[in-house]
């Protein structure tokens, strides 16, 4: 079992910055795979960013590609998404997630994501 929770979030003006962190608990946090995923009102919820189990490999949706970075700290049981040059288009309530496997590469799919935080709320002024 894995508990998630979001912080970080916030109100920043377009080109801004922020830094989100997701807090783990569970034994399993540092064997599985972790996403964030974004959904702005009205639509649905889409993968943004994702690191294997290990940290050793990143994988990004192609609107954050070279503007966000994900990384994780498996000793701290944390998970991070650096969000730089933030566009309004980038407003949305934040989710992190782990994965149902194990010792495995990320994936953009959320039906291979069994745990969820609660959400962090970014809002991107223009």
């Known amino acids: 079992q894995v508990h998630l929770v979001e912080s970080g979030g916030g109100l920043v003006q377009a080109g801004g910055s922020l830094r989100l962190s997701c807090a783990a608990s569970?034994?399993?946090?540092?064997?599985?795979?972790m996403a964030w995923f974004r959904q702005a009102p009205g639509k649905e919820r889409v993968f943004v960013a994702g690191v294997s189990w290990s940290g050793g490999s990143t994988y990004y949706a192609d609107s954050v590609k070279g503007r966000f970075t994900i990384s994780r700290d498996n000793n701290k049981n944390t998970l991070y998404l650096q969000m730089n040059s933030l566009k309004p288009e980038d407003t949305a309530v934040y989710y992190c997630?782990?994965?149902?496997?194990?010792?495995?590469?990320?994936?953009?799919?959320?039906?291979?994501?069994?745990?969820w935080g609660q959400g962090t709320q970014v809002t991107v002024s223009s």
């Open positions: 569970g034994r399993t946090f540092s064997n599985r795979p």
């Open positions: 997630a782990a994965a149902r496997y194990q010792f495995r590469a990320a994936t953009s799919r959320p039906d291979d994501y069994d745990y």
